[in-house]
């Protein structure tokens, strides 16, 4: 599998194509759909940490107002970090994503040539110790 001989698909599950494309033409619009799903794919996460764990520590520490301003810059500053990134470094991250792609290749094979190497030797050594 780590050669690429055997190939095992698992289908689809992604984004697809057809979708990808009609969020691009919907432009803004599809930027707030995509925001929207996003956001309700985190939220009961979000949730459950702020009422199940934030809200119990704010109020055993008599802090409501820092411990929220607190989590909500915390939940909100990956998010922000991530939108500048690809803002501003879509060309960037095309290339650097290209760059570990190829990497990948090559460690990929790399490894595989290892797993290969490594069970030949044991094979080998487990045949001749029962010889």
């Known amino acids: 599998m780590l050669f690429g001989v055997l190939k095992i698909e698992f289908g689809g599950g992604g984004i697809t194509e057809k979708l990808k494309t009609r969020v691009d033409e919907w432009g ?24 199940g764990s934030l809200v119990p520590m704010a109020a055993a520490n008599s802090s409501p107002i820092v411990f929220p301003l607190l989590f909500g810059i915390g939940t909100a500053l990956p998010v922000v970090l991530f939108a500048l990134l690809l803002a501003f470094g879509a060309q960037w991250l095309g290339t650097a994503m290209g760059r570990v792609q190829v990497f990948e290749r090559w460690a990929r094979m790399g490894t ?7 069970g030949i030797y044991e094979t080998l050594s487990a045949t001749l110790m029962l010889i």
Not at 28 to 51: D, K
Not at 112 to 118: G, H, N, P, T
């Open 112 to 118: 595989a040539l290892v797993f290969i190497l490594v």
């Open 28 to 51: 803004v619009w599809g930027a707030l759909v995509l925001g929207v799903i996003f956001a309700l794919s985190f939220c009961p996460v979000s949730a459950g940490l702020f009422f």
